[in-house]
């Protein structure tokens, strides 16, 4: 019986590695070599316990690449050797969300890596469904990162086509500059980046994002009107997930100005409801992506419409989980995407 090695979170701080037998494949399903994992911020929750939709063990891993391995009887659009990546939802197909085109928020939804098995094992067996097929030539990098991109393609189905517009993004991590670079990618006419690190707006500049404020150094309020004029901006977009910047988001709103929601808020949070209600600001919540997300992120990196280079931090071999870990939990803002080289 073939074995593969398999990562899993036993309790918060705590990263055992098994070695399981490699699953049979069903009819319906793809057996795929992963190559490389992207941590995402989430997974740190996860690691630190601070995920507040995480229980114990857990295998993480859910921004991925890989190579097809071995395809099941009846799969006929996929072949060995194929590069690839792997949606993580599960979903039911029966609830109403599903039936009504919005599978992306299945009432009984579980993410790999989260509330079911991720994909950080040398092998991972899916159904053919889940799984999209990238372009030969690119990097199993850019293909780990397709996931976050699908992120910032989604946060864009959730308002009015961008061309033209001026776009605020609140957090200049690796979500927030994705979601600005979309923005520009899509058409938008300027977009404004904030944060609280000096590395990572310098990030967002050399990415080509036109205006970058520090809020700890910098009043918001002022710096909009300068990049935007008095009529501020046409939609914010908040990738951080703390008070401060929700409040900044709705205080520095135009009257009827859509919030588009993509940080994770792991605590409840006190909102301006007033302020909301008297300038008819709509506050819009994003969770996931569907496939045309997917299909959508595949070919705005393809054509390098997405700088992703810059956003690459470090690489660390798949038995050193717990060392890539620590090094982002200490490295702190320096830290954009950390990879997981599996095999």
């Known amino acids: 019986m073939k074995t593969m090695k398999q990562q899993i979170v036993v309790e918060p701080g705590k990263i055992e590695f098994l070695e399981i037998p490699i699953p049979e494949l069903n009819e319906k399903d793809v057996l795929i070599k992963i190559m490389r994992l992207g941590v995402c911020g989430s997974d740190i929750h996860v690691y630190q316990g601070k995920h507040p939709y995480t229980t114990y063990p857990v295998t993480q891993g859910h921004e991925v690449s890989g190579m097809i391995e071995e395809v099941g009887s009846k799969v006929t659009n996929f072949k060995p050797g194929d590069k690839v990546t792997i949606q993580p939802q599960v979903v039911c197909g029966e609830c109403y969300s599903c039936t009504h085109d919005r599978y992306h928020i299945c009432y009984s939804l579980k993410v ?20 999209l097929r990238l372009p030969d030539n690119m990097s199993f990098e850019h293909g780990a990162m397709i996931e976050p991109m ?5 946060v864009f189905t959730k308002t009015d086509d961008v061309k033209g517009l001026n776009i605020i993004v609140l957090g200049a991590g690796p979500i927030g500059n994705l979601t600005a670079q979309t923005a520009k990618a899509l058409g938008a006419k300027s977009v404004l980046i904030t944060d609280v690190s000096d590395y990572r707006l310098e990030l967002a500049k050399k990415v080509g994002i036109d205006h970058t404020i520090n809020t700890s150094k910098q009043n918001l309020s002022e710096e909009i009107v300068k990049a935007f004029g008095s009529d501020k901006a046409d939609v914010i977009i908040e990738c951080v997930g703390n008070r401060q910047t929700i409040d900044d988001a709705i205080q520095n709103a135009r009257k009827g100005t859509d919030i588009i929601i993509v940080g994770v808020f792991g605590e409840k949070t006190i909102i301006d409801l007033s302020t909301i209600q008297n300038n008819e600001l709509r506050l819009i919540g994003m969770l996931m992506y569907q496939t045309k997300e997917y299909l959508q992120a595949i070919e705005l990196v393809h054509s390098r419409k997405i700088q992703l280079e810059p956003l690459m931090t470090k690489h660390f071999k798949f038995d050193d989980y717990n060392k890539a870990y620590q090094y982002i939990l200490e490295m702190k803002d320096k830290v954009m995407k950390v990879f997981i080289d599996v095999n």
């Open 112 to 131: 790999m890596g989260f509330q079911t098995t991720g994909m950080a094992s040398e092998f991972f067996v899916t159904k053919a469904k889940r799984v």
């Open 150 to 154: 699908a992120v910032a393609c989604g």
